[in-house]
Every structure is written in structure tokens, then in C-alpha cells.
């Protein structure tokens, strides 16, 4: 006879949930495998008496009964899952869900890191190959504390910043406050740096378009002209790859001037100091 307890232990030192360990003990002892309900309480049983915790996944709390293994379950099937949902999966108060998931199972609800774009395999690879590259020339700018390199972008900027929190004394009234739509006035700010300050500043016009166009004018110009003041031979220009940046009139005038685009893999704003350090100090 199949020591079927001796299975589910093995199993879930592998690190199995509970479904999954049915599911599988299903698949091959058919109708002689235990229920479901029955391989949540061995599990439970053997991690009362033995201690057993899975080895993927190490928890402060040393037993787990149904209820928990349950959880895990929802969670395994749909991380996302609120309390309120597993609590109604599971026909158990949400209070009960959530003081298991905090203080025994020592889960956290967290907000999800925000990424712009999901790179494809190729974008990877061009990721990596484009970031040696940049890494080569940061390296050998630094022998000159970047002197020759500049690094900007543009962002917009609001004249009005409001706030949506509010420290108040307990039993006030909450203050309101309108919603903005599209009354606040906003300005597009393009910053030119390097490490021994403020290369070039421009401040988009009212009305006007952001292209490349203006981009050679405006900005592009004005790097020339810095290079050219110091009797630069050449300087390294690094942006990222919005439109503007990246036509080809922008990279005609570029290498009639002397000047050197900086490498910049696709949807890298990580890579970019101005996205990652700059704006966000500023605003």
C-alpha cells in the first residue's frame, strides 16, 4: 500500500502548495489518492508535528494549518488577489485573511514598480549590448571628470502644484479641493548638464511644436555653440530616444558639428540621469 503522507511530506519539503501537490498525487494514484481537503490537513498535521516549511518560500511563523495552505493557494493561482476576494474564495471573514496573511503567513501588499514599455527578447539584447557600449565611454569620460560629455532631456513642468494629503486634528471636517482638469498652465523645460553644472536651458514657447526642427534651433544649436566657446574638438551628447531626437536631420546636423550621440537603449530611462536624478529632484 502507497504511503501516501510520505509523499505529501516529500512534496512539500519540494516546495509545493497544496493544490498542486493534489494535483499531481492525483495524476498518477487516481481514484486511491486522498481528497483535496484531506492532503490540506496532513499538511497541516505534519508542519504542527515536524516543523515542515516549504524551502522556497521561508516564513518567521512555524505552522501552517488548512486555512493558510488555502491562502497560499489563491495567492499561487492570482498573486494579485485582494482580501476581500480570497476572504470570499475562501467564505472566510476578510479580517481573518488579512491578520493570517500579515502576522502569520508575513505577506505585505505592496504597489508594483511601474516599468514603460516590457522589453522583447531582442530589445534585451539590444539593451545590454548598447549599455557596454555607453559604459565604455563613461569610463573613459571619467578620466576628464566628463568634462566633453553632457547628458539632458526635456519634461514638463506645472505652475501650480496641489496636494492630496493633509495632516488634520482628529474629528475635523477633511477639506476638499478642486479638481484641476485642464486649468493648470504646464511648460515643456529642456535642461543640457554635466557634473560641473547647467549646460543649456530652454523653455518651450507657448503654441509651439516640440520637433526636430526646434529641437536643431533651440537646443542643438546651443550645445555648438558651447562646444565651440570652450575649442572643444569634439563632446559627447547623450538624450534618449524620443522622435525629435533621433530624426535625421537631428543626426545630419549633429555630425556636421562635431558633436557625438551617446548610445541610449530603447525605454532606458534608468539609464538616463536627467529622468532618474534631475526632474525628480526638481519637481
Partial sequence: ????????????LEGKRGKEIYEEMKSVLKEKCLSQRQIY???????????TQPVKKEKKCQSYDILDWKILDVLTEFPHSSCRYIANVLGE??????????SKLMYKHVHLRWVPHILTENQKANRVLL??????????????????????DESWFYSK??????????????????????????FMV????????????????????????YYITAI?????????SNNYKKLFVHYDNAKPHVA?????????????????????????????FLFGTIK
Wanted: zero cysteines; hydrophobic letters at 40%; glycine letters at 2%.
Fill in 1 to 12: 500500500m502507497i504511503d501516501q503522507h510520505s509523499i505529501i511530506t516529500f512534496l512539500q
Fill in 93 to 102: 471573514p476578510k479580517s481573518t485573511i488579512y491578520d493570517r496573511l500579515t
Fill in 220 to 228: 542643438m544649436s546651443k550645445i555648438v555653440e558651447f562646444k565651440n
Fill in 190 to 213: 529642456t535642461v543640457f548638464w554635466n557634473p560641473h553644472g547647467i549646460i543649456h536651458i530652454d523653455v518651450l514657447p507657448p503654441n509651439e511644436k516640440f520637433n526636430a526642427a
Fill in 41 to 51: 490537513r496532513v499538511m497541516a498535521e505534519l508542519n504542527r508535528s515536524q516543523n
Fill in 248 to 276: 535625421k536631420i537631428v543626426k545630419k546636423y549633429i555630425n556636421e558639428n562635431s558633436l557625438e550621440s551617446v548610445p541610449h537603449p530603447a525605454y532606458s530611462p534608468d539609464l538616463a540621469p536627467s529622468d532618474f
Fill in 131 to 152: 549599455a557596454k557600449k555607453l559604459l565604455k565611454i563613461l569610463n573613459a569620460e571619467q578620466k576628464t571628470n566628463f568634462t566633453f560629455l553632457i547628458t539632458g
Fill in 161 to 186: 502644484t496641489d496636494f492630496n494629503t493633509q495632516w488634520i486634528p482628529e474629528n475635523s471636517v477633511i477639506p476638499t479641493i478642486q479638481n484641476p482638469g485642464f486649468q493648470i498652465t504646464k
